[in-house]
Protein backbone atom coordinates (compact mmCIF):
# COMPACT_ATOMS: atom_id res chain seq x y z
CA UNK A 1 0.00 0.00 0.00
CA UNK A 2 1.06 3.25 -1.07
CA UNK A 3 0.05 6.72 -1.80
CA UNK A 4 1.36 10.13 -2.60
CA UNK A 5 1.17 13.40 -3.76
CA UNK A 6 3.51 14.62 -6.50
CA UNK A 7 4.98 18.48 -5.95
CA UNK A 8 2.42 21.60 -6.73
CA UNK A 9 -0.35 18.52 -7.42
CA UNK A 10 -3.09 17.52 -4.31
CA UNK A 11 -4.08 14.72 -6.14
CA UNK A 12 -4.08 11.91 -4.30
CA UNK A 13 -2.63 8.93 -6.19
CA UNK A 14 -1.88 4.91 -5.34
CA UNK A 15 -0.90 2.05 -7.49
CA UNK A 16 -3.41 -0.54 -8.57
CA UNK A 17 -0.73 -3.47 -8.83
CA UNK A 18 -1.44 -4.11 -12.36
CA UNK A 19 0.99 -5.19 -14.83
CA UNK A 20 1.94 -2.14 -16.44
CA UNK A 21 5.28 0.39 -17.45
CA UNK A 22 4.23 2.87 -14.45
CA UNK A 23 5.52 2.36 -11.32
CA UNK A 24 7.44 3.71 -7.88
CA UNK A 25 10.25 2.00 -6.43
CA UNK A 26 12.28 3.28 -3.33
CA UNK A 27 15.93 2.85 -3.87
CA UNK A 28 18.34 2.96 -0.56
CA UNK A 29 21.22 5.15 -0.35
CA UNK A 30 23.96 2.16 -0.66
CA UNK A 31 21.69 1.39 -3.43
CA UNK A 32 21.56 -2.26 -2.21
CA UNK A 33 17.72 -2.40 -1.09
CA UNK A 34 14.66 -1.37 -3.11
CA UNK A 35 10.98 -1.59 -2.37
CA UNK A 36 8.72 -1.07 -5.55
CA UNK A 37 5.09 -0.74 -5.82
CA UNK A 38 4.56 -1.73 -9.31
CA UNK A 39 1.05 -0.75 -11.12
CA UNK A 40 -1.15 2.30 -12.85
CA UNK A 41 -1.17 4.86 -11.21
CA UNK A 42 -4.44 6.20 -10.21
CA UNK A 43 -5.93 8.61 -8.40
CA UNK A 44 -7.51 7.35 -4.86
CA UNK A 45 -8.93 9.88 -2.51
CA UNK A 46 -11.73 7.91 -1.94
CA UNK A 47 -9.77 4.50 -1.40
CA UNK A 48 -7.38 6.27 1.38
CA UNK A 49 -10.53 7.63 3.09
CA UNK A 50 -11.66 3.59 3.36
CA UNK A 51 -8.37 2.19 4.10
CA UNK A 52 -7.15 1.24 7.15
CA UNK A 53 -3.91 2.31 8.27
CA UNK A 54 -3.49 2.21 11.79
CA UNK A 55 -0.31 2.11 14.12
CA UNK A 56 -1.48 -1.86 14.57
CA UNK A 57 -0.91 -2.97 11.67
CA UNK A 58 2.92 -1.64 11.94
CA UNK A 59 5.92 -4.25 12.86
CA UNK A 60 7.13 -3.15 16.69
CA UNK A 61 10.43 -1.44 16.63
CA UNK A 62 13.12 -4.40 17.90
CA UNK A 63 16.03 -1.87 16.22
CA UNK A 64 17.23 -2.07 19.62
CA UNK A 65 18.57 1.87 18.20
CA UNK A 66 19.33 4.69 20.80
CA UNK A 67 19.08 8.32 19.33
CA UNK A 68 22.42 10.28 19.41
CA UNK A 69 22.78 12.73 22.19
CA UNK A 70 23.47 15.90 21.63
CA UNK A 71 27.14 15.33 23.44
CA UNK A 72 28.00 12.62 21.28
CA UNK A 73 26.86 13.86 18.01
CA UNK A 74 28.80 17.37 18.92
CA UNK A 75 32.05 14.94 19.74
CA UNK A 76 31.62 12.89 16.62
CA UNK A 77 31.27 15.86 14.51
CA UNK A 78 34.45 17.41 15.80
CA UNK A 79 36.22 14.75 14.79
CA UNK A 80 34.40 14.49 11.37
CA UNK A 81 35.47 18.28 10.99
CA UNK A 82 38.91 17.03 11.45
CA UNK A 83 38.72 14.67 8.28
CA UNK A 84 37.48 17.53 6.62
CA UNK A 85 40.09 20.06 7.46
CA UNK A 86 42.80 17.27 7.24
CA UNK A 87 41.60 16.44 3.37
CA UNK A 88 40.13 19.47 2.42
CA UNK A 89 37.41 18.35 1.88
CA UNK A 90 34.34 20.92 0.36
CA UNK A 91 31.93 19.56 2.45
CA UNK A 92 31.13 15.93 3.77
CA UNK A 93 27.28 15.22 4.84
CA UNK A 94 26.49 13.62 8.58
CA UNK A 95 23.59 12.28 10.07
CA UNK A 96 21.24 11.02 12.73
CA UNK A 97 18.40 9.35 13.57
CA UNK A 98 15.91 11.06 16.36
CA UNK A 99 13.90 8.36 17.84
CA UNK A 100 10.01 9.40 19.28
CA UNK A 101 8.52 7.03 21.57
CA UNK A 102 6.01 7.29 24.50
CA UNK A 103 2.64 7.60 22.71
CA UNK A 104 -0.36 5.34 22.63
CA UNK A 105 -0.91 5.54 19.03
CA UNK A 106 -0.52 7.41 15.85
CA UNK A 107 -3.09 8.49 13.83
CA UNK A 108 -1.35 8.13 10.24
CA UNK A 109 -4.25 9.21 7.90
CA UNK A 110 -4.09 12.93 9.77
CA UNK A 111 -0.19 12.79 9.70
CA UNK A 112 0.14 12.29 6.54
CA UNK A 113 -3.08 14.96 5.32
CA UNK A 114 -0.63 17.29 7.66
CA UNK A 115 2.37 16.50 6.02
CA UNK A 116 0.68 17.14 2.49
CA UNK A 117 -0.99 20.62 3.96
CA UNK A 118 2.71 21.52 5.04
CA UNK A 119 4.98 20.83 1.79
CA UNK A 120 2.75 21.29 -1.20
CA UNK A 121 6.02 21.76 -3.13
CA UNK A 122 7.18 18.29 -2.35
CA UNK A 123 7.25 14.81 -3.14
CA UNK A 124 4.93 13.63 -0.44
CA UNK A 125 3.96 9.74 0.33
CA UNK A 126 3.29 7.50 3.21
CA UNK A 127 3.50 3.69 2.51
CA UNK A 128 3.37 -0.10 3.99
CA UNK A 129 4.85 -3.01 2.85
CA UNK A 130 3.84 -5.26 5.85
CA UNK A 131 8.20 -5.21 6.49
CA UNK A 132 8.51 -1.13 6.36
CA UNK A 133 6.59 1.59 6.82
CA UNK A 134 7.76 4.95 6.10
CA UNK A 135 6.66 8.53 5.55
CA UNK A 136 7.99 11.79 4.10
CA UNK A 137 8.07 14.81 1.84
CA UNK A 138 11.01 16.39 0.22
CA UNK A 139 11.02 18.74 -2.68
CA UNK A 140 14.71 17.97 -4.36
CA UNK A 141 14.53 16.57 -7.70
CA UNK A 142 17.67 13.88 -8.17
CA UNK A 143 15.94 13.98 -11.98
CA UNK A 144 12.86 14.63 -14.01
CA UNK A 145 13.36 13.34 -17.60
CA UNK A 146 10.63 13.66 -20.40
CA UNK A 147 10.05 10.38 -22.51
CA UNK A 148 8.73 12.50 -25.45
CA UNK A 149 10.92 15.77 -25.74
CA UNK A 150 14.08 13.85 -23.62
CA UNK A 151 14.56 16.96 -22.01
CA UNK A 152 16.45 16.04 -18.55
CA UNK A 153 16.03 18.33 -15.51
CA UNK A 154 18.08 18.46 -12.17
CA UNK A 155 18.76 20.93 -9.14
CA UNK A 156 21.35 22.13 -6.90
CA UNK A 157 19.84 22.32 -3.43
CA UNK A 158 22.08 22.93 -0.18
CA UNK A 159 22.66 24.96 2.47
CA UNK A 160 19.52 25.57 5.40
CA UNK A 161 18.72 28.46 7.39
CA UNK A 162 15.14 29.61 9.10
CA UNK A 163 13.21 31.50 6.56
CA UNK A 164 13.93 34.63 8.75
CA UNK A 165 18.00 34.73 8.88
CA UNK A 166 19.70 35.85 6.22
CA UNK A 167 22.50 33.74 4.38
CA UNK A 168 26.20 33.54 5.55
CA UNK A 169 29.27 32.50 4.09
CA UNK A 170 28.84 29.18 5.21
CA UNK A 171 25.95 28.23 3.22
CA UNK A 172 26.85 29.66 0.45
CA UNK A 173 30.22 27.60 -0.10
CA UNK A 174 28.28 24.85 0.99
CA UNK A 175 25.81 25.03 -2.30
CA UNK A 176 28.69 26.09 -4.65
CA UNK A 177 30.95 22.21 -4.93
CA UNK A 178 27.02 21.05 -5.59
CA UNK A 179 26.56 23.27 -8.37
CA UNK A 180 29.85 22.78 -9.94
CA UNK A 181 29.72 18.59 -9.19
CA UNK A 182 26.31 18.62 -11.30
CA UNK A 183 27.36 20.75 -14.29
CA UNK A 184 30.53 18.87 -14.65
CA UNK A 185 28.70 15.77 -14.72
CA UNK A 186 25.87 17.29 -17.28
CA UNK A 187 28.48 18.19 -19.79
CA UNK A 188 29.26 14.49 -20.73
CA UNK A 189 25.83 13.91 -21.33
CA UNK A 190 24.79 17.35 -23.57
CA UNK A 191 26.40 19.50 -25.18
CA UNK A 192 24.17 22.60 -24.01
CA UNK A 193 23.29 22.87 -20.12
CA UNK A 194 20.76 25.80 -19.59
CA UNK A 195 21.82 26.60 -15.99
CA UNK A 196 19.30 29.22 -13.89
CA UNK A 197 20.91 32.07 -11.46
CA UNK A 198 20.78 31.04 -7.73
CA UNK A 199 17.77 31.55 -5.31
CA UNK A 200 15.90 30.82 -2.48
CA UNK A 201 13.97 27.20 -1.47
CA UNK A 202 11.24 27.72 0.83
CA UNK A 203 10.54 24.35 2.54
CA UNK A 204 8.18 24.67 5.24
CA UNK A 205 10.04 26.94 8.08
CA UNK A 206 13.39 26.60 6.36
CA UNK A 207 14.91 27.58 2.97
CA UNK A 208 17.80 26.08 1.03
CA UNK A 209 19.93 27.89 -2.06
CA UNK A 210 18.42 26.23 -5.26
CA UNK A 211 20.18 26.63 -8.87
CA UNK A 212 18.48 24.51 -11.43
CA UNK A 213 19.38 22.48 -14.73
CA UNK A 214 18.13 21.15 -17.92
CA UNK A 215 19.79 19.50 -20.83
CA UNK A 216 18.61 17.50 -23.81
CA UNK A 217 20.04 13.69 -23.27
CA UNK A 218 19.75 10.36 -25.37
CA UNK A 219 17.43 8.08 -23.19
CA UNK A 220 19.72 5.62 -23.37
CA UNK A 221 21.97 7.38 -20.93
CA UNK A 222 19.09 7.93 -18.51
CA UNK A 223 20.45 5.26 -15.75
CA UNK A 224 24.03 6.13 -16.35
CA UNK A 225 23.36 9.69 -15.35
CA UNK A 226 20.86 9.02 -12.55
CA UNK A 227 24.12 6.70 -11.40
CA UNK A 228 26.44 9.41 -11.39
CA UNK A 229 24.56 11.89 -9.57
CA UNK A 230 23.66 9.79 -6.58
CA UNK A 231 24.57 10.56 -4.08
CA UNK A 232 24.90 13.88 -4.34
CA UNK A 233 27.05 16.29 -2.60
CA UNK A 234 24.01 17.56 -0.62
CA UNK A 235 23.44 13.87 1.03
CA UNK A 236 26.65 12.73 1.11
CA UNK A 237 29.85 15.52 0.00
CA UNK A 238 32.56 15.68 -2.37
CA UNK A 239 34.35 13.98 -3.13
CA UNK A 240 32.03 10.95 -3.21
CA UNK A 241 33.32 7.79 -2.65
CA UNK A 242 36.06 9.55 0.04
CA UNK A 243 32.88 11.03 1.82
CA UNK A 244 30.71 7.73 1.55
CA UNK A 245 33.81 5.78 3.16
CA UNK A 246 33.68 8.30 6.53
CA UNK A 247 29.91 8.01 6.12
CA UNK A 248 29.70 4.84 6.98
CA UNK A 249 33.18 5.02 9.59
CA UNK A 250 31.65 7.94 11.69
CA UNK A 251 27.31 7.17 11.02
CA UNK A 252 25.72 5.29 14.01
CA UNK A 253 23.38 4.17 12.15
CA UNK A 254 22.52 2.56 8.87
CA UNK A 255 20.39 4.93 6.46
CA UNK A 256 18.28 2.46 5.21
CA UNK A 257 16.12 4.51 2.29
CA UNK A 258 17.19 8.14 3.97
CA UNK A 259 19.30 10.00 1.52
CA UNK A 260 18.26 7.45 -1.60
CA UNK A 261 15.85 8.46 -3.86
CA UNK A 262 12.34 7.48 -4.83
CA UNK A 263 11.96 7.00 -8.89
CA UNK A 264 8.26 7.27 -10.12
CA UNK A 265 7.62 5.87 -13.73
CA UNK A 266 4.53 7.15 -15.80
CA UNK A 267 4.71 7.02 -19.95
CA UNK A 268 4.76 10.43 -20.05
CA UNK A 269 8.34 11.13 -17.45
CA UNK A 270 10.43 9.81 -15.16
CA UNK A 271 11.16 11.12 -12.18
CA UNK A 272 13.76 10.81 -9.14
CA UNK A 273 13.23 12.74 -5.60
CA UNK A 274 15.34 12.67 -3.09
CA UNK A 275 14.15 11.12 0.00
CA UNK A 276 15.77 13.42 2.92
CA UNK A 277 13.00 14.79 5.02
CA UNK A 278 11.33 11.41 6.29
CA UNK A 279 10.66 8.73 8.96
CA UNK A 280 10.68 5.17 9.46
CA UNK A 281 7.31 4.30 11.28
CA UNK A 282 6.84 1.39 13.71
CA UNK A 283 4.22 0.70 16.25
CA UNK A 284 5.73 2.08 19.16
CA UNK A 285 8.18 4.42 17.58
CA UNK A 286 9.04 6.91 15.03
CA UNK A 287 12.33 6.75 13.43
CA UNK A 288 13.17 10.26 11.93
CA UNK A 289 16.27 10.89 9.79
CA UNK A 290 17.95 14.30 9.65
CA UNK A 291 21.65 15.36 8.66
CA UNK A 292 23.38 18.13 7.72
CA UNK A 293 26.30 19.53 5.06
CA UNK A 294 29.39 19.87 7.22
CA UNK A 295 32.32 22.07 6.49
CA UNK A 296 35.41 23.21 7.74
CA UNK A 297 33.43 26.56 8.84
CA UNK A 298 30.60 24.17 10.31
CA UNK A 299 30.43 24.65 14.30
CA UNK A 300 28.60 21.58 15.51
CA UNK A 301 26.30 23.51 17.87
CA UNK A 302 24.92 25.14 15.01
CA UNK A 303 24.09 22.01 12.95
CA UNK A 304 22.82 20.32 15.90
CA UNK A 305 20.27 22.69 16.22
CA UNK A 306 20.47 22.32 12.27
CA UNK A 307 19.19 18.88 12.23
CA UNK A 308 16.30 19.76 15.11
CA UNK A 309 15.12 21.76 13.03
CA UNK A 310 14.94 19.52 9.95
CA UNK A 311 13.48 16.91 12.37
CA UNK A 312 10.23 19.38 13.00
CA UNK A 313 9.04 18.76 9.38
CA UNK A 314 7.92 15.11 10.22
CA UNK A 315 7.52 15.43 13.97
CA UNK A 316 5.08 18.79 14.11
CA UNK A 317 2.66 16.59 11.56
CA UNK A 318 2.38 13.72 13.16
CA UNK A 319 -0.65 13.57 14.96
CA UNK A 320 -0.46 11.07 18.24
CA UNK A 321 -3.22 9.67 20.61
Avoid at 45 to 53: G, P, Y
Avoid at 129 to 143: C, K, N
Avoid at 202 to 208: M, P, T
Avoid at 291 to 303: F, R
Wanted: aromatic share 12%.
Amino acid sequence: MIYFKLPFDETLYSTDQKNTRESIHFHSFDRLRQISFEGNITEASEQFEKALITHETLLKDESHFNAETKEEYINTLHKVIGVIKDHQLPKLVYSRRKIFKGFNGIDFKESFKKLCTSYPNAFRYIFNDGQHAWMGAFSEILGKFNTTTHQFETMSLAGTLPVSENWTEKEIEEQKPVTSYIKDILKNYSENTEISETYDHISGNIKHLRTDFKARIKPEDLDSLINDLHPTPAVCGIPKDFCKMNIQKFEKFPRELYAGFIKVETDESIMYFVNLRCARLYQDAVHVFVGGGITAQSSPEKEWQETELKSEAILKNIVTS
